[in-house]
């Protein structure tokens, strides 16, 4: 069974910056995808970012690219969210996940297998 940990959510002001992590255990996570999500009360998931953890290839949603980073660090079995330039558009509960393959579309959450608890981001203006 995976188990995946978030943390590193918080209050904070637009501009600055924040670093998630997510702690997976569990499995070899060789041939997995690693994903970022959010979520607003009333709204639907979003796709944040993901990342392949075999080829490092990245994935990023729009509404983020250039200011997000995803990274993985093999050896402490962690995903970061390193996010830059905040904004209060940002604020949302975000949950890591894990889907068990490497290949097909990453951005879906509704293809992810593992799901953490979530941490609450929280940009004010």
């Known amino acids: 069974q995976v188990h995946l940990v978030e943390s590193g959510g918080g209050l904070v002001q637009a501009g600055d910056s924040l670093r998630l992590s997510c702690a997976a255990s569990g499995r070899t996570f060789s041939s997995y995808t690693m994903g970022w999500f959010r979520q607003v009360p009333g709204k639907e998931r979003e796709f944040v970012a993901a990342?392949?953890?075999?080829?490092?290839?990245?994935f990023y949603a729009d509404s983020v690219k250039g200011r997000f980073t995803i990274s993985r660090d093999s050896a402490k079995n962690t995903v970061y969210l390193q996010m830059n330039s905040l904004k209060p558009e940002d604020t949302a509960v975000y949950y890591c996940a894990a889907r068990n393959s490497d290949y097909g579309d990453p951005y879906y959450g509704n293809g992810y297998n593992y799901w953490g608890q979530g941490t609450q981001v929280t940009v004010s203006s």
């Open positions: 990342i392949r953890w075999s080829g490092s290839r990245t």
